[in-house]
């Protein structure tokens, strides 16, 4: 290899770098510092390990060199937030050679307002959650056990979770209504709805570039519904709707938004099934299992949609830990991630915002076609 080259090597590793680091949480990277490179020990070696695991392979020795110097700069960002979250588990993911900056752009994907900021608005047809009674929530619920919950989906390399978070509560929702367990079209969403915020101009479902959960119920309850997965199977890409209507599997009757109260959102979590919600996925690349508490989460960057389908009294956390009670969280990046596809947060606090932004769906009991 001529100087050139390896010049050019050089100078697109230390890119890398310096990109990670300009592209993780200010707060995070004030609080904990890299430290000592303990983290890199046999960072190759686990590299192999990882290309082996997740079936990675690059185009040329360039990008492979990139992307290791992409890893390594993650096994620090784990270390921080494994110093950070504690009573979690963090580390090496299927998301390890991507910069924070590329994992948000390619696997978040709650719409951003005109404004910058990202809020849970009513639509014409939805009004606030009532409030429940509280008083005799169980302890530990949820609705997997009792057959509300479809298999662990996989949104790929497109910002679409919003979608999936969306047909989750309406599974649930139609579940709940008929008995009967539907996996629903996220696909459809993508395709055909861009719907938009009348009070925010540009502000659209725009599927893989994102979207937003309530939005997307206006979307069904003006279209007539949703059709099933295997109906309209998921690319994973932007495409033209093709949605049938006499097709339709399951439809919204009404929907809602849930108040910022944990118990309340508890309650409309057991009587209304799987809920939609927001989360600040910030901790979300690098984490194995466990239950994520983080120190430090912002709660007011929520950038990624997930299901919300129970709830445990404590979790397991290391013996200088005392144990948490926490959500259980639906995710849609596959059972190769977190647990089985599963996310635990601790409750209390609105710990990376989970409760700011939480919507549930009821689902008519017949479809009018």
Known sequence: MDRFSL??????????????????????????????????????????????????????????????????????????????????VHGVTKFSDLTPKEFRRTFLGIRKSSSGKRKLKLPADAHAAEILPTSDLPSDFDWRDYGAVTGVKDQGSCGSCWSFSTTGALEGANFLATGELVSLSEQQLVDCDHLCDPEEAGACDSGCNGGLMTTAYEYVLQ??????????????????????KSKIAAAVANFSVVSLDEDQIAANLVK???????????????????????????????????????????????????????????????????????YKICRGNNICGIDSMVSTVTAASTIKQ
């Not at 960057?301 to 969280?329: E, Q, S, T």
């Open 223 to 244: 279209s007539g519904g949703l059709e099933k997965e295997k109906d309209y199977p998921y690319t994973g890409k932007d495409g033209t709707c093709k949605f049938d």
């Open 272 to 342: 209304h099934g799987p809920l939609s919600v927001g989360i600040n996925a910030v901790f979300m690349q690098t984490y194995i299992g466990g239950v994520s508490c983080p120190y430090i989460c912002s709660k007011r960057n929520l950038d990624h949609g997930v299901l919300l389908v129970g709830y445990g009294a404590a979790g397991y956390a290391p013996i200088r830990f005392k144990d948490k009670p926490y959500w259980i969280v639906k995710n849609s990046w596959g059972e190769n991630w977190g647990e089985e596809g599963y």
């Open 7 to 88: 010049l050019s090597l050089l100078i697109l590793a230390l890119t890398a770098a310096c990109v990670v680091r300009a592209d993780e949480d200010p707060l995070i990277r004030q609080v904990v510092s890299d430290g000592e490179d303990d983290a890199l020990l046999n960072a190759d070696h686990h590299f192999t390990l990882f290309k082996s695991k997740y079936g990675k392979s690059y185009a040329t020795q360039e990008e492979h060199d990139y992307r290791l110097s992409v890893f390594k700069a993650n096994l620090r960002r784990a270390k921080r937030h494994q110093l950070l979250d504690p009573s979690a």
